[in-house]
Structure formats: structure tokens, C-alpha cells
């Protein structure tokens, strides 16, 4: 099966001795690179087959929708801008598989993945990259401000660390009203370094608030990699400074996040404690449509060497070795993303503009109170 | 009829809507065990408990994030910054936040919160703390922009804030807190948007808001001891700006002089000028003349800093010209 790597992966040996950072008190996460290239697809969450398939089945779609969100850019069905978030679907579909529907989430601009594997529906989705009415935000909010209500999605926010703070808020008032759901918020590494990052965790801390901060680590802000922008790399340590709970896992590996995933909501939901979380990953595509997919601040092997750790295809392949699927039944679920994708983008297709008029609503609402 | 102070009315309205809808808090640094820095949540902590009178650390851009992600999920944040100067660190939260999440995810997320401090400038504070923010947040659509210049719309407007679906700026005047007047007894609410003529006059036109209020009066009672009357519009809320009443008090008069206490370039008197040539040109006797502060930052010196600001001196000044008696 091809994932969209433009060469064929190859998997290291599982017997290759493995750098072990923690043994030296250090965290893995800043020697991850050697770490990762090597390591096995771990299944440590007791997850059955047919889950195995769903969290297969919700990276696919992600994959092959953005492939057609490429696409379509270049026809110019999509424009300003648009980030794609191909290499790091583990993450979407790995947190959200781990929510409950009532929980909430909010992430950056880099928002198609995480809006898809909250289900959030593709069409309502492709609709609103192509700027037509049916959008998910009738077509007012574009690639980087995807929101849905009905899936708790609070957006798609494009100011880079903007929306950290917004997350504290939320699970503030979840706090207030003495519910036990959790807030997600994503957000790239780059971010740890802007103010509202440490004024949220702090206060996060402080008032015992149930977020769970993810730090997407991909190793560039832009086009500006993660040893020239961040003193101490190992941005997860940050979380000590806010007496949190700090965790840094492997992104590419689904399993991994899911099982970091359940001690974060567990600690938010009964402890009523934040955490953070570094999930290390990598961003196969360039920053946005306008960045090539090396650019001048990577090379093309340093991509090539990641795209092995191919999240899709490191759980493709455990569920293959497993024999839980055959070959024809792997096809079907890829033939079926592919479908998916197809449909949002026939939908979107066909979906009006917003009408003139829409210029000028949502501006207010008429107060109700 | 009471006669309060700007400070009480504010606090009674925060109070009244505190126990009418417990979706209300308050936040902000001091707000709680100190009473607020200018006391207007004096008491509420004791009343309502530290859930909805939250002190919150020296972290402009945090609370107020905070406030919004709070309001996005149907809570009612009041987030008190000590004063508008500060709330420049929190700028983000307030523009790109607040006032854009209604529009961007085509009209899911109402915004229903409250932005409230002092703004201008008070005596001697210098250069960041003496600053007028009308003008750069009325700039904004997604915002309601109010400055209310007396206790009684100090009240009812800060009432109408809460009770508003939509992120309301409050702009409290700095100098105004100690500022006694009558506040209608019971429940008193002054509709958003809705200028009032503070004093009916025939000779000129004065249009201004906030604190700027209390001059414009007190030139009016200056001029009335010459025979000259003065039509003195409190617009009340800068956005949406009540343009009806400018245009019925220019017409009536016209002449008119425009006041504010921010600077002039692109200040809120420059829309209300825009707004009269365009639709009184044919009623104007005279040009419109603006008040306004010095085109420099507060100094610190009282005899510069007197210099500085806008005055009734000034305004009376401007009124005399646009009538041709100087």
C-alpha cells in the first residue's frame, strides 16, 4: 500500500540496539531522531482488531482527504492559506479516540486531521476549504477556522499560541459548572516559546483546570527548526515550571498516544490536574502550500529518513503482520478513505457560494438575555 | 432618586447581575481579597465566593483568554483589566479572539463577555498610563464599544454589558470613579447604542462621550451666562454609534464641535466628523472643530501635563470659533 511517501519505506530491524536518553536522566524526547527510526509499533492498550481497523480507517481518511486538499489548491478550488498535516494523523486519530463526545478540543491553524478524527463531517469540511456555503463555518472561516458545535471542535485558531489561554477558559468552565469532561488543546512546539503558552500553564496549574495541552513537536516552526528556535529543547520539561504533570511520547506511534492519552484524561477527569504532552511527529508536506516539501531548512533525506516512521504505514504494517486483515480488506478501508475524499470534494463542489448577504452576518447576534 | 458615585453604580450593577444570572464572574488582578484596585468589586467576594470573584495572577493575555474560552462555552466572563493600558498585552485575546469567533465559525460561537476598566488619563501618571483606547477598539467589528460618562449610565450600561450575547469593551473613565450623580432607584438599564442629549441647547452642538462629558457641561454652563446654548450629545457608545442623534443635534444647530480625550488622528472624533459632512453638509454654518489631547504622550509635569490634555478651555475655545465670536 502506498501512503503518499513518494519512496518506498523501508523498516529498520527491530534488533538494532536502541539509545535509551532516560536512562541517563535525560528525556528521550531532545535524542528522539535515532530513537524513533528504530523503534517498533507498540500495542500496549489491550486495543481488539476492530479497533485497530477504526484507528486505521480514521488516518486514512485524513490522509487521502489532504491529498485531494492538495490537489485542489493547485486547481485554486482552495487558496490563502492551507497547512497540511500529513505524517502526523497518529496524533488526531490517537487523542480523539480517547475522548468522550462531550469532551472539548482546539487546536491551530494546521486543523483538517483533528476536525476529521473528531468527526466532523469530510464534506462539511472540504466545503469550507473550498469557501462555499455548507462549510462547516458557512464558508467565513477557510483552512485555519474549521469549527463545528456539535462535535465540541472549538476551532481552527491562527495566531500561533492564541488559542492556548481560550483552552484554560473552557476547562475553567468546566470547573465552574463541576462537570468531569477535559479540554484538548493542540499546538506546535514553536508555540511553547510565545507568552500566552507559560501564562496559560501556569494558571492551568494554579486553579487545578482539566486541560491537556499537546505539544505537536514536527522540529519547525515554519521554516525554522527547533535547535534554532528553543534554548532547551526538551520542551515537555517546561511543564515542571508549573508544577504539571509532563509526558513526551512518540506521535507516530498510535498506540503510544492513546496510552499517554489515558493517564492525561484520567488526571484531568478524577484529579482534576492539567498535564502536557510532547508529541514528537514529523510534517511530511511544507508548512503551508507556498513552502516546498523540503524547502531550505531541510533536506530531502532528513525527510525521507522520517517518512519511514510513516504512521500510517507502521500500524498498516502491525495489523498486516498480525494477520488480523488481509491485503483485499487493507485495500477496501484505503478504497474507502479514498471514497470519502471523493464525496467531500464532489459535495464541495457542488455546494453554493455564501449568498451576499452573509457578508454581513454573524458579525453579532441579537442579545437573548 | 440616590445620588452615587460612578464607583457604587458600577459596583451595584456588577452586583445585580451577579445574583440575577450565576453564568456571571469576575475576574481580574485584585478584583477578589482586594477589593479591586478601584474598589469596584468591594464586597463581592464575600458575597458571591472565589469561583465568580476570581483573582487572577499579573497575566493580561492569559485571563483574558481565559474569559473568552470561558464565554465560547456559554459561561458570562466580566474580565477586568486594572486599566486599559495593560489590556495592550491582552490585545489578541480581545481582536483576534473575542471579536472574531462569532464571524469565523459562521455565527457557532457567541461571544458573551465583558471587557471592562479605566481608561484615560488621570493626574500625573505619565506617559503609559494616561491613554484614551476608544478610538482603536471602536475600530473593530465583533466589538461593542461603550464609555459611559456618569454613574447612571455607568449602571445601566454596564447592565445592558453583561446581559449583551456579544463582547462588550467598557471603558470606565479613570477620573470619573469619585464622580457623584442620581441613578434611578430599582432596576435602571441604558440600551446599548443610544446616545442622550445631556443638555437641549440652540447655538452649537457639542458631540462627545466619556469622561469629556462632564466638560462639555461645564462649558455649556459657561456659555449659558453669555446667552449662548449648547446641545451636548453624549454619544454613550462608541460602536454602533448612535449617528441619528448627531445628525438631528447638527441640524438643529448647525455648528458643531467634537470632543474626546484621545488624540486626533484617526480618533473617534474624526468618524463623527466624517459622518457629519456626509450627511449635514448642507446644514453646517460653519466648519466642525475637534477637541481632543496634544498630539504628544502624557507628560508627567502638571503644568505640561495641563497642556496636554483636552480642557474646557480648549472646548469653549472651539465653541466660540465655530459660532465666529473669537
Known sequence: MSTGAKRAPERKSKNEPEKDGAANGENPAANADDTETQAPMRDTTGTDAELRKELLRSMLVQRRFEERCAEAYALGKIGGFCHLYIGQEAISTGVMSMLRPDDYVITAYRDHGQALARGVSPRAIMAELFGKSDGCSGGKGGSMHLFDKATNFLGGHGIVGGHIPIAAGVAFAIKYRRRNQVCVCFFGEAAVNIGAFHETLNMASLWDLPAIFIIENNRYGMGTSISRSTANEDVVVRAKGYRMIGESVDGQDVFAVRECMARATERARKEKRPTLIEMRTYRFMGHSMSDAVNGTYRTKDELEENMKRDPILLLHNLIHEAGELTEGELHKIDDDAKAVAQDAWDFADASPEPAAEELYTDILVDTTS | ?326
Open chain 2, 1 to 326: 432618586m440616590a445620588v452615587v458615585t460612578y464607583r457604587d453604580a458600577l459596583t451595584q450593577a456588577l452586583r445585580e447581575e451577579l445574583q440575577r444570572d450565576d453564568r456571571v464572574f469576575l475576574m481580574g488582578e485584585e478584583v477578589a481579597q482586594y477589593n479591586g484596585a478601584y474598589k469596584v468589586s468591594k464586597g463581592l467576594l464575600d458575597e458571591f465566593g472565589p469561583m465568580r470573584i476570581v483573582d487572577t495572577p499579573i497575566t493580561e493575555l492569559g485571563f483574558a483568554g481565559i474569559g473568552v474560552g470561558a464565554a465560547m462555552v456559554g459561561l458570562r466572563p466580566i474580565v477586568e483589566f486594572m486599566t486599559w493600558n495593560f489590556a495592550l498585552l491582552a490585545i489578541d485575546q480581545v481582536v483576534n479572539a473575542a471579536a472574531k469567533m462569532l464571524y469565523m465559525s459562521g455565527g457557532q460561537y457567541k461571544m458573551p463577555m465583558v471587557f471592562r476598566g479605566p481608561n484615560g488619563a488621570a493626574l500625573q501618571l505619565s506617559a503609559q498610563h494616561s491613554q484614551a483606547w476608544e478610538s482603536w477598539l471602536a475600530h473593530i467589528p465583533g466589538l461593542k464599544v461603550l464609555t459611559p460618562g456618569t454613574p447612571a449610565d455607568a449602571k445601566g450600561l454596564l447592565k445592558s454589558a453583561i446581559r449583551d450575547d456579544n463582547p462588550v469593551v467598557f471603558l470606565e473613565g479613570e477620573m470619573l470613579y469619585n464622580t457623584k450623580g442620581e441613578v434611578p432607584d430599582g432596576e435602571h438599564i441604558v440600551p446599548i447604542g443610544v446616545a442622550e442629549v445631556k443638555r437641549e441647547g440652540s447655538d452649537c452642538s457639542i458631540i462627545t462621550h466619556g469622561k469629556m462629558v462632564l466638560v462639555a457641561m461645564k462649558v455649556a454652563d459657561e456659555l449659558a451666562k453669555e446667552g449662548i446654548t449648547l446641545d451636548v450629545v453624549d454619544l454613550r457608545t462608541i460602536r454602533p454609534m448612535d449617528v441619528e442623534a448627531i445628525a438631528a443635534s447638527v441640524q438643529k444647530t448647525n455648528r458643531a464641535v467634537v470632543v474626546e480625550e484621545g488624540w486626533e488622528l484617526c480618533g473617534v472624533g474624526a468618524q463623527v466628523v466624517d459622518f457629519i459632512q456626509r450627511e449635514c453638509f448642507d446644514d453646517l454654518d460653519a466648519p466642525v472643530i475637534r477637541v481632543h489631547q496634544e498630539d504628544v504622550p502624557m507628560p508627567y509635569a502638571k503644568n505640561l501635563e495641563r497642556l496636554a490634555k483636552p480642557d474646557a478651555a480648549k472646548t469653549l475655545a472651539a465653541v466660540k470659533k465655530v459660532l465666529y465670536l473669537d
